[in-house]
């Protein structure tokens, strides 16, 4: 199942606001890997260049964050944290299934 | 045989005092490797990493019996290359490193040389020189690598430690120098020999005990806090750096800013530059290193170093016998180079062991009449005391150097 | 907040590095972290040693403890020597396939040989990338590079099968989509008292990207890392080739580590050490 899809595919999801999802707006060069890989929509672009002359993504749907942890594994730039918001939340409970699955 | 002296020896070096000051020890007929490698490891070097050439393989051969006795490693590189980055590794660790070759290694070793200089690791290097080019002649001495010793690593912008012995008592001596030097200076100091005075065999005392040892050698200090690299400043006896004990030390092979980070700017280069080249040419007189007769009343100075001294040093002192106003001037430190010492408006006879011609064109660059310094090159043997008694008559009548078989009098 | 690891592990000024928007890089120094952390190891076990290149200018200096930069293929003759002279560190070597595979191949293959203890993670991006893309050892056969224009003619190997035939006693081999195996290969690295090599393949946008696969698209060029990590392409086609990963060979712990080698050596002739020989200080009693 091929890992990166345009945001066009994601699902909508209840969100289930058990993760806390924070971002280096500075850090980011907008390489788009998050919002190709989030299946859930977390993130989106931002309006305002940064400090290294990108226009970096930030948080738009936090509460949506399932916990999968893609976003965090495939940044190139340290910029995202992905954590529990309480200690020992269960990771989301839906069923995800992303569109065109091998 | 040393002819009785008919004019004082200077000798101007720490070892003057040292060949006095213990009277406990051993003695021993040994090559000038065995007292290198002796020297070293009672300078405090616990690592050693090279690759076996003649006439070095017995360093690297006496530091592998030796080593694992003092509790130090001995590591037989790959590549010569290789050895001097793993020297420079040991040493940023803690441990006072050798590497040792000849030209053929010695070339090699450039990359690594210019890694330890611009990050200030002690270490020092020897090459024990034989004839070149390439691999010329094995078992025959050479003094080719002069120049190389002073720009052993690409890029310009460093100042050079090069010393070079003529004696296997003074091998000993002048590596603990070569030790100490490198941890004053934070830097690589090479030790130019040759074949004949690696190979040779002569009386070597040994002191017996380390804590006597101990009034002579500097030991290792650690720096452990900012700066790291002290940019823009000339200072000496700053502690080395050391990984491994949390400092957060960076060792770039970059130019880098105090904390060790690459930079790219201008500025930062030149407080670089100002901090390795300074480090050494205003401390000169520290360094300065060399054994001279007659010097102030010579008609005519005859200069050499390592084992083109011993014969050309003979013949001047023969000649001074025959009432003949020659002077010598043995070179121990040969960078950076002792303009200080070519004062005088005489004929300058500079012998070496090369045809291209490397020690005379530094002389000619200090002496004040350029077209008053002869070149006595010859290769692959010393020159003999005839020759040199030769050349002392030739341009004492005003003559120059006679043509003498295998003697090479032309510098273009 | 940044990723929490910045703060527990790596040089604020150092972070944005010099690498290229999504570069490969950044995310394998992110799970190198994270096998750090989950290890429970903190700044002052661990030293990064780097090479020159992309991979080695990109992540030299971004470590919070010890950094050692080598010059051009020889980071694991320091190496060398830093782990026989402080053998109680954990020396993590982070190179690039010109850097560990072709300039510096001598190196790797000795180091392996001597089961040197370090964790070398090979990050190959398949070609020159620093110098603007020429093709290196790694470079798939036949593909056009600054310096294949024609495309390349020579073979390439897999550095992976020289340290295992050096004698490597742990090796893997995964690639930039590979994320959780790569993170628990590196552990095992890190645990394995004697050479570990992680070879990890990634992407690289600007020159890679730009002249063999004809886009800097930074989706593209990591989709088709993935896809030869998988076998088959965007269609379900199979892909021209596929590399194998997984660990392809596993003794840890099997054979005697290099600096320890040296030590018991020590200790073999301190025991019988002749009267001669001096009196381990450096003098001749």
């Known amino acids: 199942m091929p890992l990166f899809e345009p945001a066009k595919a994601k699902k909508q999801l209840p969100p289930s606001d058990k993760w806390s999802v924070t971002v280096e707006r500075n850090f980011c060069k907008a390489c788009r890997f998050c919002i190709d890989v989030c299946p ?40 995202i944290n992905v954590e529990p918001k309480k200690a020992n939340a269960p990771a989301g409970r839906h069923e995800i299934k992303a569109e065109g699955a091998a | 045989m040393i002819a009785p002296s008919v004019a004082p020896v200077r000798l101007v070096a720490p070892w003057a005092e040292w060949n006095t000051r213990f009277t406990d020890g051993r003695r021993v007929l040994e090559t000038g490797t065995f007292a290198l490698t002796e020297g070293a490891i009672a300078a405090g070097c616990r690592f050693f990493a090279g690759y076996p ?27 010569e290359l290789a050895g001097v980055h793993m020297c420079a590794g040991a040493s940023l660790a803690g441990l006072k490193a050798m590497s040792a070759s000849s030209g053929p290694g010695y070339t090699l070793m450039h990359d690594a040389y210019g890694w330890a200089v611009a990050n200030e690791i002690p270490l020092v290097i020897v090459d024990a020189m034989r004839v070149g080019p390439v691999s010329g002649i094995t078992g025959a001495p050479g003094q080719g ?65 380390a804590d006597d040892l101990a009034q002579i050698v500097v030991p290792r200090r650690h720096n452990t806090e900012m700066p790291f690299y002290p940019q823009g400043s000339d200072a000496i006896d700053v502690a080395p750096n050391v990984v491994g004990m949390g400092t957060g030390v960076c060792v770039s092979a970059y130019t880098h800013t105090p904390e060790g980070y690459d930079i790219e700017e201008m500025e930062a280069h030149w407080d670089q530059s100002i901090r390795l080249i300074n480090k050494i040419r205003r401390h000169r007189g520290e360094l300065l290193r060399y054994e001279a007769v007659g010097l102030d009343d010579a008609d005519v100075i005859v200069v050499a170093y390592g084992a083109t001294a011993r014969t ?30 070519f004062t005088r408006d005489v004929p300058y006879v500079v012998c070496e062991l090369n045809y291209d011609g490397q020690l005379v064109r530094e002389v000619q660059r200090a002496a004040p009449a350029r077209d008053r310094v002869h070149f006595m090159g010859k290769s692959a043997e010393l020159h003999t005391v005839e020759e040199v008694l030769r050349a002392l008559d030739g341009v004492g009548k005003g003559r120059g150097i006679p043509a003498m078989p295998y003697i090479w009098t032309e510098v273009r | 907040m940044a990723n929490r690891l910045v703060e527990k592990y790596l040089r604020p000024s150092q972070i944005p590095t010099k690498a290229c928007h999504g570069c490969g890089i950044g995310m394998i120094e992110n799970w190198i972290l994270q096998a750090i952390d989950e290890l429970g190891l903190s700044r002052e076990d661990v030293v990064f040693i780097t090479g020159i290149g992309c991979v080695g200018r990109q992540t030299y200096a971004t470590w919070g403890g010890d950094n050692v930069g080598a010059t051009h293929g020889r980071a694991l003759a320091v190496a060398t020597g830093l782990k026989v002279a402080q053998p109680d560190k954990k020396y993590v070597v982070v190179v690039g396939d010109g850097d560990a595979a072709a300039i510096g191949t001598s190196h790797l293959i000795h180091a392996a040989r001597r089961n040197l203890g370090v964790t070398v ?59 959780m195996q790569t993170k628990k290969a590196i552990k095992k690295a890190l645990q394995n008292d004697g050479f570990s090599f992680v070879h990890v393949r990634f992407q690289c946008n600007e020159n890679f990207g730009a002249y063999a696969l004809g886009t800097r698209d930074t989706v593209a060029n990591i989709q088709w890392i993935e896809d030869h990590t998988r076998g088959v392409d965007r269609e379900g086609k199979p892909t021209e080739f596929t590399w194998e990963t997984g660990v392809k060979h596993d003794a840890s712990n099997s054979r005697p580590e290099f600096s320890r080698l040296l030590r018991d050596l020590n200790s073999r002739v301190a025991g019988n050490h002749e009267t001669s020989a001096g009196n381990g200080r450096g003098g001749h009693d």
């Open chain 2, 145 to 209: 690598e002069f120049y190389i010793a002073r720009y052993c690593s690409h890029g310009g912008n460093i100042e050079s430690l090069v010393l070079s012995p003529d004696s296997v008592q003074e091998t000993y001596w002048l590596t603990i120098d070569a030790l100490n030097l490198a941890e004053r200076f934070r830097t690589v100091v090479t030790i130019l020999t040759d074949q004949v005075i690696s190979d040779m065999q002569e009386d070597l005392f040994l002191p017996r005990s």
């Open chain 1, 40 to 79: 859930v929509d977390v993130f989106q672009w931002s309006k305002e260049v940064n400090a290294i002359g990108w226009f970096p993504i930030e948080v738009a749907h936090e509460a949506n964050c399932v916990g999968c942890m893609l976003c965090y594994q495939v940044c190139p730039d340290f910029v």
């Open chain 2, 312 to 341: 050309a040093k003979t013949a001047v002192l023969q000649a001074r016998r025959a009432g003949v106003r020659a002077g010598f001037l043995r070179l121990i430190t040969l960078w950076p180079f002792p303009d200080e010492l």
């Open chain 3, 121 to 179: 993670i090979c990050e190959d991006n398949m070609g020159y990338e620093s110098t603007g893309g020429q093709f290196s050892p790694t470079t798939p056969a036949g593909y056009v590079m600054n310096s294949s224009p024609y495309g390349m003619v020579e073979p390439s190997f897999d550095p992976c099968d020289i340290v295992k035939a050096a004698g490597a006693t742990f090796v893997a081999e995964y690639t930039a989509v590979q994320w």
């Open chain 2, 53 to 79: 050439i003649t006439p070095a393989t017995e360093i690297a051969e006496h530091m592998s019996k030796r080593l694992p006795q003092v509790g130090g490693y001995y590591v037989q590189a790959e590549d």
